[in-house]
T-cell receptor
């Protein structure tokens, strides 16, 4: 069964304390992996798309990397405004639809 | 200013009522999607449409219905047959060829 697992479920950091969020997947035929940020009561905001192992994307304090089995979202020197839930989703190859399979997210809290 | 709008932001339904959630996009995207988000679960696909006048069931379509009469609009009706409709509903859109889905701000539905 195709599955996406995110860890940890929740992470509390001090401002400036760098860390990484993990997204592991067991799917048959990965076509792409997506990271979204979601603030409470709002829709997910697109961050990155990764397509192949070894690929990296960066945006401000965030860097996403991809291997054959997992993706990491590295957060460098986070600020309180980085606090949100970060969602990972995979897009499968060979399906009849643009179907995304989502993980349950990592709730990040950055304290000043 | 291109984007996806959903209305209303909050919706309350009595037992036995049908309610319709609105989703409009001005991104000129062909594909549109409806997801449901529950605490502790990943987003789950309800329905999707890749072209006007055509739509397909997702993973949890029972108790829901949709229409796609215009490219810009993809309303979702939550019927009385949906046993547990209280959730956060998210609409998304994408081009048919591209993978990235962009989300609206969501509608929170509560059954009284």
């Amino acid at each position: 069964e195709d599955q996406v697992t995110q860890s940890p479920e929740a992470l509390r950091l001090q401002e400036g304390e760098s860390s990484s969020l993990n997204c592991s997947y067991t799917v048959s035929g990965l076509r792409g992996l997506f990271w979204y940020r979601q603030d409470p009561g709002k829709g997910p905001e697109f961050l990155f798309t990764l397509y192949s192992a070894g690929e990296e994307k960066e945006k401000e304090r965030l860097k996403a990397t991809l291997t054959k089995k997992e993706s990491f979202l590295h957060i460098t020197a986070p600020k309180p405004e980085d606090s949100a839930t970060y969602l990972c989703a995979v897009y499968l190859d060979g399906g009849a639809t643009n179907k995304l399979i989502f993980g349950t997210g990592t709730l990040l809290a950055v304290q000043p | 200013d291109g984007g996806i709008t959903q209305s209303p932001k909050y919706l309350f339904r009595k037992e036995g009522q049908n309610v319709t959630l609105s989703c409009e996009q001005n991104l000129n995207h062909d594909a549109m999607y409806w997801y449901r988000q529950d605490p502790g679960q990943g987003l789950r696909l309800i329905y999707y449409s890749q072209i006007v006048n055509d739509f397909q069931k997702g993973d949890i379509a029972e108790g829901y219905s949709v229409s796609r009469e215009k490219k810009e609009s993809f309303p979702l009706t939550v019927t009385s047959a949906q046993k547990n409709p209280t959730a956060f509903y998210l609409c998304a859109s994408s081009t048919v060829r591209a993978d990235t889905q962009y989300f609206g701000p969501g509608t929170r539905l509560t059954v009284l």
